[in-house]
């Protein structure tokens, strides 16, 4: 199939770019020093690709992405890095599930569902989950007590990740991975678990980085200036083009993450307005109504979480399409 | 089953405020002068509520909402408010279909694909899709001249819809009316199609009205002291508590339309940061883990798109759940 014969809007991945991203991540971080995140994509083909590439632990952030990847056949070691209420639908799973807790009530629901293993989340200074580091000894305690494995610590320097200035980010993640070391000199266990696209090379603390949007990549972490290339797209068709000097393309704000702001033009350009179904357009080179365009996403997680499939192309040329099949919760 | 059985996060409908919202834009603009848009709720089971309230006409925005509302037994006239460059998928339809049309391109488009009917759409001041009113009239003859039925015209004056600033807003509604029936003298037909949830009291040019959001309401619309209540939620689980003031909830960007910026609390309180998965809050009252909290999207139409499920609820009851089965393209 040719890109000119996909419905859209249509989501891409760029056969090309994709390779790049998964070699020079795995050039850096190689087999278990990554755990890549299922958050960024939800498509157990392209984990599978990763996994080729000698990643085999992987991280989640729903109940859903364990299951899909369980079910996939990707579940030798599978980290939901998120505090659950119910985990009775993973402790069915014939997968090696180890789930973050931060409280007692989050121990406990671990013991009731079943579940082995654990890691202790731990707060790093981004206002989300995580116990305060000085309390993860005693939660660590309190699991073994109720006879969970605790194979460590986590704790997700997000205040970090995104910021453009290399130094601020590094001074940022040194000051979060501090307090993860000392979380973990209580606790124990192999791993210490964090990191993400933004730091996958500065933060040299943790055992194990997370990340997951280096493979896809978005407007917001290309002002980080990464090695890592813009691998997705979505593919919109000019419906209609006025003599303003604007165009609309047919993908809006349900195929399109919105809360980085607007999406770039991948052949230059400006957007004006996202709507519903509608992107208007002022292209750098004109238009006329049954062109495409290609759009990059300012978020990439959002904007994949609203398509059902994710098409991989070289040039012109439809490789393959897969389902974005951990969808949901 | 119970609203606290359910698993989140989870899109709830309020079945009171529903039935207000129903009765109270039925009252307003009865039968035909009402013809809903899909593209806020994606939801066959709701278009029938609609349909029994006696708009049996409707809208939609993608070839998706109208196959979809087609295989219901809901296409008795819908209307794809949008332009395509491929309508061979709408001319397979046992429905009533009528396409916009906007350029000599998309009228052959319909005559391709098998289109009976169209309407001319027209621009009336928003940037979007739409032929110049001047121009109308050519635009319906060319399409007659192809064979094609010209139903009347359609033109969307989203320009004027959300403003707060009801002067305004009619100010903005009557220049844009004006641009419209200018067109329609031109084109004729019964249809003049236009409005919006934010003009539907406003709009007394337009033979019928497009209005959405009105029967789920969101942050924005809230602002324009409609009479219509808050029906559609977001509930998610506290899965962490801080001891520096602020809890952690399960419903995050993937959950949430992000465009007119974050989500309110229901019951009141501040909505700080959200995430991939989390919605980091300062709630009213203190909340524990375990706890369930209802958040107001900002913008219902591309919070629905992220869902597969809606549930509808009285009180702490569910009372039914309807597949969101309109999404997609």
Same mark, same amino acid.
């Given at each position: 199939?040719?890109?000119?014969?996909?419905?859209?809007?249509?989501?891409?991945?760029?056969?090309? =770019?994709?390779?790049?991203?998964?070699?020079?991540?795995?050039?850096?971080?190689?087999?278990?020093?990554?755990?890549?995140?299922?958050?960024?994509?939800?498509?157990?083909?392209?984990?599978?690709?990763?996994?080729?590439?000698?990643?085999?632990?992987?991280? %989640? =952030?729903? #109940?859903?992405?364990?299951?899909?990847?369980?079910?996939?056949?990707?579940?030798?070691?599978?980290?939901?890095?998120?505090?659950?209420?119910?985990?009775? !639908?993973?402790?069915?799973?014939?997968? !090696?599930?180890?789930?973050?807790?931060?409280?007692?009530?989050?121990?406990?629901?671990?013991?009731?569902?079943?579940?082995?293993?654990?890691?202790?989340?731990? /707060?790093?200074?981004?206002?989300?989950? +995580?116990?305060?580091?000085?309390?993860?000894?005693?939660?660590?305690?309190?699991?073994?007590?109720?006879?969970?494995?605790?194979?460590?610590?986590? +704790? &997700?320097?997000?205040?970090?990740?995104?910021?453009?200035? !290399?130094?601020? !980010?590094?001074?940022? %993640?040194?000051? @979060?991975?501090?307090?993860?070391?000392?979380?973990?000199?209580?606790?124990?266990?192999?791993?210490?678990?964090?990191?993400?696209?933004?730091?996958?090379?500065?933060?040299?603390?943790?055992?194990? #980085?997370?990340?997951?949007?280096?493979?896809?990549?978005?407007?917001? &972490?290309?002002?980080?200036?990464?090695?890592?290339?813009?691998?997705?797209?979505?593919?919109?068709?000019? #419906? @209609?083009?006025?003599? /303003?000097?604007? =165009?609309?393309?047919?993908?809006?704000?349900?195929?399109?993450?919105?809360?980085?702001?607007?999406?770039?033009?991948?052949?230059?350009?400006?957007?004006?307005?996202?709507?519903?179904?509608?992107?208007?357009?002022?292209?750098?080179?004109?238009?006329?109504?049954?062109?495409?365009?290609?759009?990059?996403?300012?978020?990439?997680?959002?904007?994949?979480? &609203?398509?059902?499939?994710?098409?991989?192309?070289?040039?012109?040329?439809?490789?393959? @399409?897969?389902?974005?099949?951990?969808?949901?919760?």
């Amino acid at each position: 199939m040719r890109v000119g014969e996909l419905q859209t809007p249509a989501l891409l991945l760029d056969s090309e =770019a994709l390779q790049h991203n998964l070699a020079t991540m795995a050039a850096a971080l190689p087999g278990p020093r990554l755990r890549p995140h299922m958050k960024a994509h939800k498509t157990t083909a392209l984990a599978a690709r990763q996994a080729a590439a000698g990643h085999r632990a992987f991280t %989640c =952030a729903t #109940i859903r992405e364990v299951e899909g990847m369980a079910a996939a056949g990707l579940g030798e070691d599978l980290l939901l890095a998120n505090e659950v209420l119910d985990a009775s !639908r993973l402790g069915r799973l014939d997968a !090696r599930v180890t789930v973050a807790v931060d409280s007692p009530e989050t121990v406990e629901t671990a013991v009731r569902g079943g579940i082995k293993e654990v890691v202790v989340d731990v /707060n790093v200074g981004l206002p989300r989950c +995580g116990i305060p580091p000085e309390k993860a000894g005693d939660l660590a305690e309190l699991a073994r007590s109720r006879g969970l494995s605790v194979r460590g610590v986590m +704790g &997700y320097e997000g205040h970090a990740v995104g910021l453009p200035d !290399r130094a601020l !980010r590094q001074e940022i %993640c040194a000051e @979060s991975m501090a307090l993860l070391l000392q979380a973990h000199a209580a606790v124990g266990g192999e791993l210490v678990s964090a990191g993400g696209t933004g730091t996958y090379d500065i933060n040299t603390w943790a055992s194990e #980085i997370q990340a997951g949007s280096y493979v896809l990549m978005d407007t917001a &972490y290309a002002r980080l200036e990464l090695p890592f290339r813009q691998a997705l797209f979505v593919l919109g068709t000019v #419906i @209609s083009v006025s003599e /303003n000097g604007y =165009a609309v393309a047919d993908c809006g704000l349900k195929a399109l993450g919105m809360d980085h702001g607007k999406p770039d033009l991948a052949e230059g350009g400006m957007v004006l307005i996202v709507s519903d179904e509608h992107l208007t357009i002022v292209p750098e080179q004109p238009v006329k109504v049954g062109d495409r365009v290609r759009v990059v996403p300012a978020h990439c997680d959002p904007t994949v979480a &609203y398509h059902q499939r994710v098409h991989v192309v070289d040039g012109e040329d439809v490789l393959d @399409s897969w389902e974005v099949d951990l969808r949901g919760w």
